[in-house]
Every structure is written in structure tokens, then in C-alpha cells.
């Protein structure tokens, strides 16, 4: 039996992965003609990640604390 991963997590991680892509690209075009909407994005972004970051964490943590059975 092989470990079970929360592939529901890992969607939602890559989905909002997508999005802080898209707030930095923003930002960066943004960045000269208006550095608040610039810092605004980058801000929203870097939430984003914290959020992702968790995600992922949750899922290593599941992983980890189920037992590996190696099939021989």
C-alpha cells in the first residue's frame, strides 16, 4: 500500500500558484506607472504564497504520519 495524497490540496496549491503568477506579472507592469497598485499586488501575492506553503505543508504532514508499506 502506498501513501495516500490529498490531491484535493495539491490542486487547490497549484490553482492559487497560477494566480500569485499572475499578481506578479501584474505588478511588474504595473511597477512603473503605479507603485501602489504595484506594492498592493506584490502584497496579495506573497499571502498567496503563505497560503500555498501551507497547503503543501498539510500534505507532506499526511504523508508522513501514515504508515509505508513497501510491496514485495
Given at each position: 500500500m502506498t501513501n495516500q495524497v490529498d490531491t484535493n490540496k495539491l490542486k487547490q496549491a497549484e490553482a492559487a500558484s497560477s494566480i500569485?503568477?499572475?499578481?506578479?506579472?501584474?505588478?511588474?507592469?504595473?511597477?512603473?506607472?503605479?507603485?501602489t497598485l504595484c506594492l498592493e499586488a506584490l502584497k496579495?501575492?506573497?499571502?498567496e504564497v503563505?497560503?500555498?506553503?501551507?497547503?503543501?505543508?498539510?500534505?507532506?504532514?499526511?504523508?508522513?504520519?501514515q504508515p509505508s508499506y513497501?510491496?514485495?
Open positions: 500569485v503568477k499572475d499578481m506578479i506579472t501584474s505588478a511588474i507592469e504595473q511597477s512603473a506607472a503605479n507603485t496579495q501575492a506573497s499571502s503563505a497560503q500555498i506553503q501551507t497547503l503543501i505543508s498539510q500534505v507532506q504532514s499526511q504523508m508522513q504520519t513497501s510491496e514485495e
